[in-house]
């Protein structure tokens, strides 16, 4: 553990002592304010700390751990009351609305992972957003048929989805909750009212993001007021936003789903004037959560299990572990080229399967259980029986009982998305990731809420020389997601919970963490924090200023280009043991607390 872990210490240590100052800095002035809850602020200071220190946060109870310390204060304070993790959830979602906005809210979707203590069951709900049904293929295309500027497409109401988190959180809570529904919002619409101080990250996204903020009336208003970035420190208030989660609190989703807010987020969509979209009053009204079956996969006497189809998360996942299970990873350590190898090029095999068969399985036949049959898998991972890195890298033919000709897709995916991991006193386990796609989403604003560019997660193209893109854009369809909400169990209980935003490398570093913890014994703070190193496509991301950054010689000796970068993950982890421990991402502002 030369490189990675020696570097590591030293490199968590002054990253997580900026991200915890400036998580104080935002905590602190709400410790002190009537609407900061019951949690403790001596509490916050040791988690704080704990980050700061880099050793995971204990408790005996329960455990919540998400990107921002209002939204995590928010959640405790509802799990100390014995509620449950659903109802810990709504709490943290409705905060992370307002806090955290650039990820994740109530105009966007994701995806729920959900352990029953009493029954022992595993749950997977389905929140993405969908697409709108007057949404053509066509949609992401120029006028000649050529696919249009990322940017072009994600900046106004073309690419905006039918949002699903408000039905998220109203499905979990009616499965799940215990506690009423419309206290839960309470403290998010009073801290919505008050103000709540600006973190020094999303002052900083808003102040690179600006020209795009600024195409927007209400955008601009919020962010820009007076032309104007709002700046670290600065007290935010967002009345519309309390006035939203306040409807939402008396008549539950419908308020979303319906009446004036719908008719809002219509308005707001279809008279954009330089980027109209299609969105209507019936994709609204029709939306629905949907359960779908659990994708786990055996991975050293632990089940991993995530989020099926349209999300890619779970089954990339599962093939990346299937494929390395078959090697020594914990002789070779995390210092070792040769892990490096194995794990890359396993993920590059993974993400071939991604491109050609993974999309929304209510639109495309996807060979879901072939894909993560360990027989495919071990044939897959006999091409890593090599000395370098693989030259090329083609998708498998996993066992199906369609035809299956498709053609690969691309699209692409870049800092915003959140994860959240909870554990109530009775012992459930929730494992969410919730999203707007992009940061600041399509930067369009309604109700005091922003509004997801999730449909850019389609491919832009239909088809590749007249074969058919499983990812393509269909009216009703869901966009494919690289969302991996994780819960892993040993002999039927759970052990470890969690997530990661990122775009297409949650897959990376979720795989990575889970090796970590499992191969390399890693306690869930080391794991969440030890430098990335990610392969999609061929070239090897390696975590600028890390310990990765020393293995860029060897890997470009196997054969590898290497490109080093910042990797913004926001692993969010749980371990479920003797006691609860919790791990918060040091690359941003979350902390994990518990009791
Ligand atoms: O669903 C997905 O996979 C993406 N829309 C998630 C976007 C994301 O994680 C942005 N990253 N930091």
Redesign the pocket.
Known sequence: MRYVMAALAAWAMSVAVAGAQQAADAVQPEAASPVAGTAAPADLRAALAAKQAGVPVRAQNWMVVAAHPLAVQAGADVLAAGGSAADAMVAVQAVLGLVEPQ?SGLGGGGFLIWYDAQSGALTTLDG?ETAPLRAGPRLFQNDDGTPMGFFDAVVGGLSVGTPGTPALMADAHRRWGTRPWAGLFDAAADLADAGFVVSPRLAALVARDADRLARHAATAAYFLPDGVPVAAGERLRNPAYADTLRRLARAGASAFYGGPVAADIVRAVREQSDNPGVLSATDLAIYEVIEREPVCVDYRAHAVCGMGPP???ALSVGQILGMVSRFDLAALGPDAPEAWRLIGDASRLAFADRGRYMADSDYVPMPTRGLVDPVYLAGRSALLDRAGALEAVAPGAPAFDHALRLADDESL?????THVSIVDARGNVLSM?S?I???FGSRVMVRGFLLNN?LT?FSFRTHREGVPIANRLEPGKR?????APTIVLKDGAPVLALG???????IGYVAKTLIAWIDWGMDVQQAVALPHLVNRFGTYDLEAGTGAARLAGALQAMGYQTDLRDL?S?LHAIEIGAVLSGGADPRREGIALGD
Do not use: F, H, K, V
């Open positions: 990820s993405r999300s890619s998360g995916e870049l800092p915003s998305t990731t999203t796609e992009n940061a999730e997660d966009p494919r997601s690289s969302m990661s935003p990122g775009g297409s490398r949650i913004n926001g």
